[in-house]
């Protein structure tokens, strides 16, 4: 039997046509090509910085040139100011600085000043008065604590005349403060050429404590200009004649009537 005409005619016509289309399905098929598409670009972000990381790391990162070059004394300082105030500087036995200015060299110690004599303090003795008197001429008393010996000495434009007479009226005037005094005779003292000296003295008891004493001025005068060194010896008379007290006054006395130009021939 042949074919009914129009069953032949309904499937051929099926066979000819094309697939009826499908939106939906359609649509999902472009998400999902998009999805595939943004999977594969993030992947190829992750392993193009994977790859970049993995580069960098194992490049050796840079040294800072102070630790690739040698230390030196000469080396550049860092240009990042510092807050940390600087040290001190410390001296060095190198530094070209001109050295201070040599100031005058003072008195040595023991050594007194009386503008035209120079009196060395002796071992043992104390300055107990240092004062100006007449012209502003320095006046200095010395004494020594162990034996009570004292000496003032000073040098003089005032004394006039003779000298002989200068010192009877120095005795005249420190008799006063002494009792039961007893003078001795106006002596001259040998110097050089140039200076004439005298010497006198009295003996008697202190008022003020009570002790007996020999008081002795000594003058000796320059010629050339009518100065005169005066020394005034207070020697307690419990102070035996050869007492090496006695001649440690000697000696200071004769060493400063050569500062004053004169030479004791006794010394």
Same mark, same amino acid.
């Given at each position: 039997?042949? &074919?009914?005409?129009?069953?032949?005619?309904?499937?051929?016509?099926?066979?000819?046509?094309?697939?009826?289309?499908?939106?939906?399905?359609?649509?999902?098929?472009?998400?999902?090509?998009?999805?595939?598409?943004?999977?594969?670009?993030?992947?190829?972000?992750?392993?193009?910085?994977?790859?970049?990381?993995?580069?960098?790391?194992?490049?050796?990162? &840079?040294?800072?040139?102070?630790?690739?070059?040698?230390?030196?004394?000469?080396?550049?300082?860092?240009?990042?100011?510092?807050?940390?105030?600087?040290?001190?500087?410390?001296?060095?036995? *190198?530094?070209?600085?001109?050295? &201070?200015?040599?100031?005058?060299?003072?008195?040595?110690?023991?050594?007194?000043?009386?503008?035209?004599?120079?009196?060395?303090?002796?071992?043992?003795?104390?300055?107990?008065? #240092?004062?100006?008197?007449?012209?502003?001429?320095?006046?200095?008393?010395?004494?020594?604590?162990?034996?009570?010996? /004292?000496?003032?000495?000073?040098?003089?434009?005032?004394?006039?005349?003779?000298? #002989?007479?200068?010192? /009877?009226?120095?005795?005249?005037?420190?008799?006063?403060?002494?009792?039961?005094?007893?003078?001795?005779?106006?002596?001259?003292? &040998?110097?050089?050429?140039?200076?004439?000296?005298?010497?006198?003295?009295?003996?008697? *008891?202190?008022?003020?404590?009570?002790?007996?004493?020999?008081?002795?001025? *000594?003058?000796?005068?320059? #010629?050339?200009?009518?100065? *005169?060194?005066?020394?005034?010896?207070?020697?307690?008379s419990a102070t035996g004649d050869g007492a090496p007290v006695l001649a440690t006054l000697t000696g200071m006395e004769c060493a400063a009537a050569e500062s004053f130009g004169v030479?004791?021939?006794?010394?």
């Open positions: 039997m042949s &074919p009914e005409p129009g069953h032949a005619l309904r499937g051929g016509a099926r066979r000819g046509l094309p697939p009826t289309s499908d939106p939906e399905r359609e649509q999902r098929s472009a998400w999902l090509a998009l999805a595939i598409l943004a999977v594969v670009l993030v992947v190829a972000v992750i392993v193009l910085q994977l790859g970049l990381g993995q580069r960098t790391s194992a490049s050796p990162s &840079p040294t800072p040139a102070v630790t690739a070059t040698p230390t030196t004394s000469s080396a550049t300082p860092t240009t990042t100011p510092s807050t940390s105030p600087s040290p001190a500087p410390t001296g060095s036995p *190198t530094s070209t600085g001109s050295p &201070p200015a040599a100031s005058p060299s003072p008195t040595p110690p023991g050594v007194l000043d009386l503008g035209d004599a120079v009196v060395t303090v002796p071992d043992g003795w104390e300055v107990y008065a #240092d004062e100006l008197v007449q012209d502003a001429r320095r006046l200095v008393r010395l004494r020594d604590p162990a034996t009570d010996v /004292r000496v003032q000495i000073v040098t003089l434009t005032t004394v006039t005349g003779e000298l #002989d007479q200068a010192c /009877r009226d120095l005795v005249a005037d420190q008799r006063s403060a002494f009792t039961g005094v007893a003078t001795s005779l106006v002596v001259d003292v &040998p110097v050089g050429a140039g200076a004439t000296a005298v010497s006198c003295a009295f003996t008697g *008891t202190r008022v003020s404590d009570g002790v007996p004493n020999k008081t002795e001025f *000594t003058l000796l005068r320059r #010629d050339s200009d009518a100065q *005169t060194l005066v020394f005034r010896d207070t020697i307690p030479v004791v021939q006794a010394c």
